[in-house]
């Protein structure tokens, strides 16, 4: 049977990587560029062959051969990991010799490229069914082979890099500085809403407290809990100097984090609970029947059957709270938000970019190592 | 040995068991039958004192249930629940380790015990052993429940309507088992159904209970000729009680033994000696045969039974 998500996706490809500008050249950084279209991009070689490797893959999807996907992942997997080659091209053509400050940035149909490729990969791996080990050697590859060009001297012009150049140390301190921030709300929360859940469980009048407020403190705007946190913290710092000592301040990392760990709770109370309460009690008869006390029931029985639940909340959390992680560099937490609101201060989008990208790439990141845990939690098989 | 002395329980102002005495002897198959509500599953229960009794005493082997620890009390009773209550993410042969494993036994003896009740189970250790609960199928997973709760030798047993759930092939399948186990092991058994027929099949006496009390407790040949009410006369059926009582009898019962046991010969027809008296009079009827001769479990003959002692002696 011919698939027929590939053809659209590859028809549409097509179409728009001829419709919009693939590459823009600027002046200097804030000045708006020219744009490219393909040709003009990447000269006319350039563009009937990224024309007919799509069109390839197009025609390659509608043949009833059986044995198509593995060709079609080849085709695919190879385009987008040299895929920066193009603005590699574009920026050799178009980039004027005697303009230190004129660069290159990354066009629209750049872009949806990118993201139609992408939507193809998953698309073939999904049909091929191979496991994740194959899945991530294909990302190992592309994202291996995408860092070899941008670390390179050929995309040195592209802005992106440009901003990347201009700070390597802020950008490796970003990056920890996010890291820490979100993964240490989340392992906070993590800890903390298994001991609400087995409150929760243990005495039902207090069910419906903690629910209430785990609720109540997401329903409040992100922006709101930073803003909120600074006078009690600045009071609390001023009160207490051996506080101050530690960092604690109105604003920096100590109201990011309580704030985040606020974020993270609801959804871990709300798994740790459900997933602990769903296992079935005659499963827990049978085991108190046969002799185990309550603590084995809950070590041998409710824990194993729960764990998957409870890493699935585990994962929605991490991938919010670093999307959050980002909104506290308002109150000046740092990470990679920092960039992005000093790029919007000074209006200059690949600044931006270098928060937003790599903010996306952590939370991808986390979100396909954590289904990958959820995955091998899960004890038993499908049924036979 | 069991004994409940005046045993009560209440749940809030109901009462579930009401003053009930029953005793039941090592070695004994024990069936509690009733309609649901009786109050069965509740004296079954409170004998592992997962729930505990309110009123009254309960002695097992002639110690205070509630002097005992919980744990060790029911690690030292096999407890076999309908719907099996296998632990989904344990395998087959990690399930009915499950007690040894909780009284520490060492490692290799518990995969011999593993391996020795997978076979009088009848299920084979290579197919079965490594296996998940949810790829057995309802039979399958029964037997697996049996082959837990007799893990660690427990001199009692207690089953809550297990084969309750199984479609009515299946379920006489493992009554049989069942028959055959406990012929071969002998444990003192309390066995919850509310099923009369597998209650006469499987009991060695039957305690009718209705409302949270004890109507009738007595063989089942006494249960089926001298029934105490009409709510038991009305459990039991009163037209087809003829035939139970067939079915409680077996071929060997009333045949003419030989003196010697005979090659039989080659492609006769006949009944086994473990058949039950309503079957065989059925296939003399249905074949309509006189007289047949009769087979023991190594294919011998061993003597011949007629139609006319069946229909005089049989009920």
Redesign the interface.
């Known amino acids: 049977m011919p698939n027929r998500v590939l053809p659209v996706l590859g028809l549409l490809a097509l179409a728009l990587v001829w419709l919009l500008n693939l590459g823009v050249i600027q002046p200097n950084r804030i000045v708006p560029g020219t744009g490219h279209g393909l040709v003009s991009a990447i000269g006319g070689a350039g563009a009937g062959l990224v024309s007919l490797i799509l069109a390839g893959c197009v025609l390659l999807s509608l043949l009833p051969v059986r044995r198509r996907y593995l060709p079609l992942l080849a085709l695919v997997g190879l385009s987008l990991a040299l895929l920066p080659l193009l603005l590699e091209v574009f920026a050799d053509r178009h980039l004027p010799d005697d303009a230190p400050y004129a660069r290159s940035s990354i066009g629209a149909g750049f872009w949806c490229l990118l993201f139609l490729l992408s939507l193809m990969l998953i698309e073939i791996l999904g049909r091929l069914g191979r496991g994740r080990w194959l899945q991530l050697l294909i990302i190992a590859v592309i994202s291996g082979s995408w860092l070899w060009f941008l670390r390179g001297d050929g995309l040195e012009s592209l802005s992106l890099v440009r901003e990347f150049n201009a700070r390597p140390d802020k950008f490796e301190q970003a990056l920890w500085t996010h890291l820490a921030l979100a993964f240490g709300a989340v392992s906070i929360s993590a800890c903390l809403a298994f001991f609400l859940a087995l409150k929760m469980i243990r005495s039902v009048a207090w069910r419906r407290p903690i629910l209430g407020a785990v609720s109540f403190l997401q329903t409040i705007p992100s922006l709101a809990v930073f803003g909120l946190l600074i006078a009690p913290l600045s009071a609390l710092a001023a009160a207490f100097p051996a506080l101050q000592a530690m960092g604690i301040r109105g604003i920096g990392w100590a109201p990011a984090l309580l704030a985040l760990v606020a974020y993270s709770l609801l959804p871990m109370v709300r798994n740790t609970f459900v997933a602990l309460t769903e296992v079935p009690e005659s499963l827990a008869d049978a085991g108190r029947g046969m002799g185990m006390n309550e603590r084995q029931l809950f070590f041998k029985l409710k824990l194993p059957l729960a764990l998957p639940v409870i890493v699935e909340g585990v994962r929605i959390t991490a991938i919010q709270a670093i999307g959050l992680t980002a909104v506290a560099a308002l109150i000046g937490a740092g990470g990679f938000g920092s960039f992005i609101f000093q790029g919007l201060g000074q209006a200059a989008m690949d600044l931006v970019l270098l928060g937003a990208l790599p903010t996306i790439a952590l939370a991808l990141l986390a979100d396909a190592l954590l289904t990958l845990l959820v995955a091998s939690l899960k004890p038993t098989p499908a049924k036979a | 040995m069991i004994e409940l002395k005046n045993v009560t329980r209440r749940f809030g102002d109901t009462v579930a068991v009401d003053r009930i005495n029953l005793t039941v002897e090592t070695g004994e198959v024990c069936v509690l039958v009733g309609s649901s509500g009786c109050g069965k599953s509740t004296t079954l229960r409170m004998i592992?004192q997962?729930l505990p009794h309110s009123e009254g005493e309960i002695l097992v082997d002639g110690k205070d249930v509630t002097a005992m620890n919980p744990?060790?009390?029911?690690?030292?009773m096999g407890?076999v629940?309908q719907?099996?209550?296998?632990?989904?993410?344990w395998t087959v042969a990690r399930n009915i380790a499950?007690?040894p494993q909780?009284l520490s036994w060492p490692r290799e003896q518990i995969d011999e015990r593993v391996h020795e009740l997978l076979t009088l189970l009848d299920l084979d250790p290579a197919t079965h052993a490594k296996?998940?609960p949810?790829?057995l199928s309802g039979g399958q997973a029964q037997r697996v429940g049996v082959a837990?709760?007799l893990a660690a030798n427990p001199n009692i047993l207690?089953m809550d309507e297990p084969f309750g759930a199984l479609d009515a092939i299946t379920r006489e399948n493992l009554q049989l088992e069942m028959l055959r186990i406990q012929r071969q092991l002998k444990k003192t058994t309390v066995f919850v159904t509310h099923d009369i027929d597998e209650a006469l099949r499987l009991a060695t006496r039957i305690a009718v209970m209705d409302r949270g009390r004890i109507i009738q407790h007595d063989t089942p040949e006494n249960i089926l000729r001298r029934p105490a009410s009409d709510f038991v006369e009305n459990l039991v059926g009163k037209q087809d009680r003829g035939l139970k009582l067939m079915s409680l009898h077996t071929v060997r019962d009333l045949m003419d033994a030989y003196s010697q046991p005979r090659q039989p010969e080659p492609g006769a027809d006949g009944l086994k000696e473990d058949d039950s008296l309503r079957v065989a009079l059925s296939i003399m009827l249905w074949q309509n045969w006189n007289q047949v001769p009769v087979f023991n479990t190594e294919g011998q003959e061993t003597g011949t039974i007629t139609r006319e002692r069946i229909i005089q002696e049989g009920a």
């Open positions: 592992n997962l744990e060790q009390l029911r690690l030292n407890y629940i719907g099996t209550g296998l632990f989904p993410h499950m007690v909780l296996k998940y949810q790829q837990r709760a207690l």
